[in-house]
């Protein structure tokens, strides 16, 4: 079946602007994942859901970071006001257990 | 304060010989811990898991160490192919029964032919 898929793949974004990440998880999938992976390091856990509840979002790193799963599927990253400092690799992944399975990832560059 | 530790940055290997990657913790409270694989411009893929109630799980080529009062485990692939190439990360959960996992910074296997 298809994997996690996420869109846009690239986005540059001046400094201040708003951007949306979304995230299409793997068919049946409960659990939910976003991820930041700066250059040269392991993806770091931003927020966590089981189905439409935000169970952890102790990852986040400013109150400029929302996360939303209406409706237990789709899944969007809001960063509003974005710095430069929020250039990376923002990756979702999808589970039904342990195993996360990742989707290639948006590459946000704040110019 | 880095949780989850792979210490070597790179490792080179020959085609045909067998590759180890490790990783090292510090929370005894990790209970399971998964192993990925990523190619350049891909997200991570899933490899390899293992519980902390078994000290070892094979799967194909890839096998998964765990010594748990060492708080160490190693990913070894064997025969390496060309193809293995890639950053491998180790990935651990942070406490029993959720799954929020600490992810090491990877170890970049370079399998020569």
């Known amino acids: 079946g298809a994997g996690v898929s996420q869109s846009p793949r690239y986005k540059v974004a001046k400094r201040g602007q708003d951007v949306a990440l979304r995230c299409d998880p793997i068919?049946?999938?409960?659990?939910l994942f976003w991820y930041q992976q700066a250059l040269g390091q392991g993806p770091e856990f931003l927020t966590y859901f089981q189905n439409e509840a935000q169970l952890d979002k102790s990852g986040l790193p400013s109150d400029r970071f929302f996360a939303e799963r209406p409706e237990g599927s789709v899944s969007t990253l809001k960063i509003q006001r974005t710095q430069q400092e929020d250039s990376a690799v923002y990756l979702c992944?999808?589970?039904?257990?342990?195993?996360?399975?990742f989707g290639p990832g948006t590459r946000l560059t704040v110019t | 304060d880095q949780q989850v530790k792979q210490n070597s940055p790179s490792l080179s290997v020959q085609e045909g010989r067998i590759s180890i990657l490790n990783c090292d913790y510090t929370?005894?409270?990790?209970?399971?811990f998964l192993w990925y694989k990523k190619y350049p411009a891909e997200g991570p893929t899933f490899l390899i898991s293992?519980?902390?109630?078994?000290d070892k799980n094979e799967d194909g080529r890839f096998t998964v160490f765990l010594n748990k009062s060492a708080k160490h485990l190693s990913l070894h692939i064997v025969p390496s192919q060309p193809g293995d190439s890639a950053v491998y990360f180790c990935a651990a959960s942070v406490s029993p029964g959720t799954y929020k996992y600490i992810f090491g910074t990877g170890t970049r296997l370079k399998v020569l032919a």
């Open positions: 293992i519980s902390s109630i078994k």
């Open positions: 929370n005894s409270m990790f209970d399971y």
């Open positions: 068919s049946g999938h409960v659990s």
């Open positions: 992944a999808s589970s039904q257990e342990h195993e996360q399975y």
